[in-house]
Nanobody, 125 residues
């Protein structure tokens, strides 16, 4: 079955770095745009970053632009989120999501039908 599995979350101090991975299975990964979203208790899911099927287009939330980098390896069916200069406000559950198709990747969570279970990122002050 179609599955997205995140890994790489954890506890890090302010200013530190983490690299999240999202491994896909059960789908033709290269046909999918991929996104990263995050959520904290009591808040709406928030867009973080997205990448088109061929890595030709990347887009970022203003809050992470310049600090986070999204990338993908279609040969490994994996999308990554490199997070640098982490801040306490980056603390959240991070989830990857997939949507088939070409063109600009959406920043809207409702446009992604496939989701991983999420991985916790905690940034201590």
């Amino acid at each position: 079955q179609v599955q997205l599995v995140e890994s790489g979350g954890g506890l890090v101090q302010t200013g530190g770095s983490l690299r999240l991975s999202c491994a896909a299975s059960g789908l033709t990964f290269s046909n999918y745009a991929m996104g990263w979203f995050r959520q904290t208790p009591g808040k709406e899911r928030e867009f973080v970053a997205a990448v088109s099927w061929n890595s030709g287009i990347t887009t970022y939330a203003d809050s992470v632009r310049g600090r986070f980098t999204i990338s993908r390896d279609n040969a490994k069916s994996t999308v990554y989120l490199q997070m640098n200069s982490l801040k306490p406000e980056d603390t959240a559950v991070y989830s990857c999501a997939g949507r088939s198709g070409i063109g600009s990747p959406s920043i809207l969570a409702r446009m992604y039908p496939i989701w991983g279970q999420g991985t916790q990122v905690t940034v201590s002050s």
